[in-house]
């Protein structure tokens, strides 16, 4: 029996990390087919990736995270970053998750909200965005200025423009969130 509750819990996690993996990867590969999926090298107004690994790490939680860093290693940092190694490939996934990560899971505690998102309020959103945002857009351009991918010069339009594009990207989801949950409220059902 315990090893049936143990294999539940597994298959769950790994669901849990599959779909966020799916989620992430057609979310960028939608930005891709519009033009703005290269927001980290171009000046990009809306980055909705950021939107969806914001949405995994707020939902998801840790298990929403790993979804997110695995698609960004396999196939979201090789194809903005071609031929560099596996290392950077992984480490852009690491810093990508985990900073949205813990500034998500920092800011519910600070807001006293709750972990399955039942007191989520809608002033909660963009204070959520702005912290994941701020925080991912920085550990990114320091870690790519330590690597020498991008210039001193271009360390601070970059990080503006990066800030720019992840807030508004992950506000759509956000708002999106909220409605699917109002939209539960309301009617009685599950999504």
Known sequence: ????????????KVFTISLFFLF????YTLSKKLGVAYAIKTIGIIYLPSGARLIACL????????????AAWLVVSPDV????????????AFINSCSVLFSVLLVQKILNISADLSNLKLIHLPVIDLAAT?????????????????????????????ITGNFIGGMIFML???FAFNFRKIFGRDL
């Open 1 to 12: 029996m315990l090893t049936d509750i143990k294999f539940e819990y597994i298959k769950e």
């Open 24 to 27: 992430y990867v057609v979310v």
């Open 59 to 70: 939902v998801g939680r840790v298990w929403g995270a790993i979804g997110v860093g695995i």
């Open 81 to 92: 970053w071609p031929g560099k190694s596996d290392m950077f490939y992984m480490s852009l």
């Open 134 to 162: 701020f925080a991912q857009a920085l550990c990114l351009y320091v870690f790519l200025l330590w690597q020498q991918q991008i210039e001193e010069l271009q360390f601070l339009s970059l990080l503006i423009t990066q």
């Open 176 to 178: 999106g969130l909220m």
